[in-house]
């Protein structure tokens, strides 16, 4: 039966890495039907709104989704439910992809990229499994009112519940035994209460169904200290909504660039998964042709993996992707010269 893959390429450099992906499945997976829609400031200039009921249906209904990224200065002062960056929110709620998977990978052939020094994130490999329709995203009640001082009060709402944290750390749990078997839990258990119950739900989760992993607390803040000073501690990191966000972006620097990390936004088995490059539209490079199309292309060797069922495919192509960077292909990001498609380009060479 055909697959489809849906590309949401969106806007700034989401567009010029996702014109990539559409390179390396051509090549790679011909078979796969490839389909697009609009996501983001894009949707919203053509009819409106930041994604349409009809991309929405067409996601829900595809093998897999592709986002490149979206946002950006000009879509600033839309009206909020009108942001780029809510029609994505709305896509992760409806697709119901709970579980965010964000692997900081220091390939070898990039120790020398990273900022930090080469013995610090040489053998990097950090699985973190980021809660992605929850938290503060999407906790009610959320807002801007006015005070009788004249002031004005802005509020978010964070909110967990049992089965929602539970589900998340049931994936990372799963994915710690199949690596080397560590689950470490970030949140703020000192001050917050979502903190508190997201604690004592891992812990007794973890002595029921896991025992055999080994489980560390940790609070989010030394959670980012720890990640610079040693990050080859962790194996799998669990964390909320927000704190993955922030330590995910963090943890992608040790990679040598934010353009090389990819993601994985997956639900109930069965169910299509979101797969996304986790840096954003980019507006200081969009257009000129330097972005980093790997964490794109990466995203669809996770697509392969986890929604299509083509692992030997993906293999092949993580293989192709660490052979073109090991003969030295570098976009300006990782200290080189090479154009977004140049950087294809060696990838596609080494595919063969
Ligand atoms: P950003 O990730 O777009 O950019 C941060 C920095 O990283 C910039 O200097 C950028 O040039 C660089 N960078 C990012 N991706 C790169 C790549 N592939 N190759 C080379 N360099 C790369 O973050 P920002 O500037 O804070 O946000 C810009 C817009 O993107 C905002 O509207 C934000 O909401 C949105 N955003 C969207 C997503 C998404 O669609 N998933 C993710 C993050 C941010
Ligand atoms: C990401 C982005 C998004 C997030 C924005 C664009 C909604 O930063 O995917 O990391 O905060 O989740
Ligand atoms: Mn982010």
Same mark, same amino acid.
């Given at each position: 039966?055909?697959?489809?893959?849906?590309?949401?390429?969106?806007?700034? /450099?989401?567009?010029?890495? %996702?014109?990539?992906?559409?390179? !390396?499945?051509?090549?790679?997976?011909?078979?796969?039907?490839?389909?697009?829609?609009?996501?983001?400031?894009?949707?919203?200039?053509?009819?409106? !709104?930041? /994604?349409?009921?009809?991309?929405?249906?067409?996601?829900?209904?595809?093998?897999?989704?592709?986002?490149?990224? !979206?946002?950006?200065?000009?879509?600033? @002062?839309?009206?909020?439910? &009108?942001?780029?960056?809510?029609?994505?929110?709305?896509?992760?709620?409806?697709? &119901?992809?709970?579980?965010?998977?964000?692997?900081?990978?220091?390939? #070898?052939?990039?120790?020398?990229?990273?900022?930090?020094?080469?013995? !610090?994130?040489?053998?990097?490999?950090?699985? +973190?499994? *980021?809660?992605? %329709?929850?938290?503060?995203?999407?906790?009610?009640?959320?807002?801007?009112?006015?005070?009788?001082?004249?002031?004005?009060?802005?509020?978010?709402?964070? $909110?967990?519940?049992?089965?929602? /944290?539970?589900?998340?750390?049931?994936?990372?749990?799963?994915?710690?035994?199949?690596?080397?078997?560590?689950? %470490?839990?970030?949140?703020? @258990?000192?001050?917050?209460?979502?903190?508190?119950?997201? *604690?004592?739900?891992?812990?007794?989760?973890?002595?029921?169904?896991?025992?055999?992993?080994?489980?560390?607390?940790?609070?989010?803040?030394?959670?980012?200290?720890?990640?610079?000073?040693?990050?080859? &501690?962790?194996?799998?990191?669990? $964390?909320?909504?927000?704190?993955?966000? +922030?330590?995910?972006?963090?943890?992608?620097?040790?990679?040598?660039?934010?353009?090389?990390?990819?993601?994985?936004?997956?639900?109930?088995?069965? *169910?299509?998964?979101?797969?996304?490059? +986790?840096?954003?539209?980019?507006?200081? /490079?969009?257009?000129?042709?330097?972005?980093?199309?790997?964490?794109? +292309?990466?995203?669809?060797?996770?697509?392969?993996?986890?929604?299509?069922? *083509?692992?030997?495919?993906?293999?092949?192509?993580?293989?192709?992707?660490?052979?073109?960077?090991?003969?030295?292909?570098?976009?300006? #990001?990782?200290?080189?010269?090479?154009? %977004?498609? &140049?950087? $294809?380009?060696?990838?596609?060479?080494?595919?063969?």
């Amino acid at each position: 039966m055909t697959q489809t893959l849906l590309l949401l390429p969106g806007d700034g /450099i989401g567009p010029e890495v %996702t014109a990539e992906v559409r390179r !390396v499945a051509e090549r790679l997976t011909p078979d796969l039907n490839l389909e697009e829609a609009l996501l983001g400031g894009c949707c919203f200039d053509a009819h409106g !709104v930041s /994604i349409t009921d009809e991309t929405v249906a067409r996601a829900k209904a595809a093998d897999a989704v592709l986002m490149g990224a !979206v946002g950006g200065p000009q879509w600033a @002062s839309a009206p909020r439910a &009108q942001r780029p960056e809510a029609g994505l929110l709305r896509l992760r709620k409806e697709m &119901q992809v709970f579980a965010n998977l964000r692997p900081a990978l220091c390939f #070898d052939a990039l120790a020398d990229a990273s900022t930090l020094k080469r013995e !610090v994130i040489a053998g990097l490999d950090i699985m +973190i499994v *980021r809660e992605l %329709t929850g938290g503060v995203y999407f906790g009610e009640p959320r807002g801007v009112e006015k005070l009788d001082d004249g002031q004005k009060r802005g509020f978010d709402t964070q $909110t967990y519940t049992t089965s929602e /944290i539970q589900r998340v750390c049931r994936v990372a749990f799963e994915l710690a035994r199949g690596r080397r078997n560590k689950v %470490t839990s970030a949140e703020k @258990s000192n001050v917050m209460e979502s903190g508190m119950l997201w *604690r004592e739900v891992v812990t007794a989760l973890h002595a029921k169904e896991y025992p055999d992993v080994e489980l560390e607390h940790m609070l989010a803040d030394n959670a980012a200290m720890q990640l610079v000073r040693r990050p080859t &501690q962790f194996d799998v990191l669990v $964390t909320d909504n927000l704190f993955g966000d +922030i330590l995910s972006d963090e943890a992608a620097q040790l990679t040598g660039s934010l353009g090389m990390l990819p993601s994985a936004a997956l639900g109930d088995p069965g *169910r299509p998964g979101l797969y996304e490059p +986790i840096h954003g539209s980019a507006p200081d /490079i969009a257009g000129k042709s330097a972005a980093n199309p790997l964490a794109a +292309i990466l995203s669809f060797e996770m697509a392969l993996r986890w929604s299509l069922g *083509r692992g030997e495919t993906a293999d092949r192509l993580f293989k192709a992707v660490e052979a073109a960077l090991a003969a030295g292909a570098r976009t300006a #990001d990782l200290g080189g010269s090479l154009k %977004t498609a &140049q950087m $294809t380009d060696a990838v596609l060479k080494a595919l063969g």
